[in-house]
């Protein structure tokens, strides 16, 4: 019904850059919160930054100050801008999303949806 396909990811040297997209695409009627989690080999995954339907944002304090995420509402997509990327962001990137879509018989709900994921390695 809808899916979430991530992109942008690769292998980049500390301090390079990376933008991370996410594409959402199916049933949609509005989407309103939007994230960006990572995962880590042996690591709890955890949440990145997210932003709501209005501009709200919000990051972990360890990408504060280098992450920026942001959303494009006509194209159903968001981003994750990463800048001064460290050995320690490497991870599994995945985007998440709460989409208002329709669900036959009982018509219009808000569900959760995960992308597949894009790996980021930062190393030299």
């Known amino acids: 019904q809808v899916s979430l396909v991530e992109s942008g990811g690769g292998l980049v040297q500390p301090g390079g850059t990376l933008r991370l997209s996410c594409a959402a695409s199916g049933r949609i009627l509005s989407i309103d919160f939007m994230a960006w989690y990572r995962q880590a080999p042996g690591n709890e995954r955890e949440l990145v930054a997210g932003?709501?339907?209005?501009?709200?944002?919000n990051y972990a304090d360890s990408v504060k100050g280098r992450f920026t995420i942001s959303r494009d509402n006509a194209k159903n997509t968001v981003h994750l801008q990463m800048n001064d990327l460290k050995p320690e962001d490497t991870a599994v990137y995945y985007c998440n999303a709460d989409v208002l879509t329709t669900m036959p018989p009982w018509g219009t709900r808000s569900i959760n949806y995960w992308g597949q994921g894009t790996q980021v390695t930062v190393s030299s």
């Open positions: 932003i709501t339907s209005d501009e709200s944002t």
